[in-house]
């Protein structure tokens, strides 16, 4: 449900299933990642079951949330279904894709 804020934009609060996950380390960046949009004021993880991730997300923005995942340092986002309470979404982390990259060589 949507909730307005001091700026007249609305806050709601949005389930974002993510896949493939294969280590903590890559969701704990992501979630990271998450959080640092702008318009994101919070996030609870829901479940982690078989790679795939769901994130409870708190958002204002006029910018969509499918949008800003787009934005995501890092990660690659696909998104692959949405609707005002709902986004899935294909995960690439990048420094799995070029993994030279993360390391510096």
Do not use: W
Not at 81 to 103: D, T, W, Y
């Amino acid at each position: 449900p949507a909730t307005p804020t001091n700026f007249g934009e609305e806050r709601e609060e949005v389930l974002l299933v993510a896949s493939p996950f294969s280590s903590f380390r890559t969701i704990n960046s992501f979630t990271s990642s998450l959080r640092a949009l702008p318009g994101v004021s919070g996030t609870t993880i829901r479940r982690f079951q078989k790679g795939s991730l769901q994130v409870s997300v708190e958002y204002a923005g006029v910018v969509p949330l499918s949008r800003r995942l787009s934005e995501m340092p890092g990660f690659r986002v696909r998104i692959v279904g949405a609707s005002p309470a709902r986004i899935e979404a294909v995960v690439e982390a990048l420094e799995e894709v070029h993994p030279a990259i993360s390391r510096g060589d």
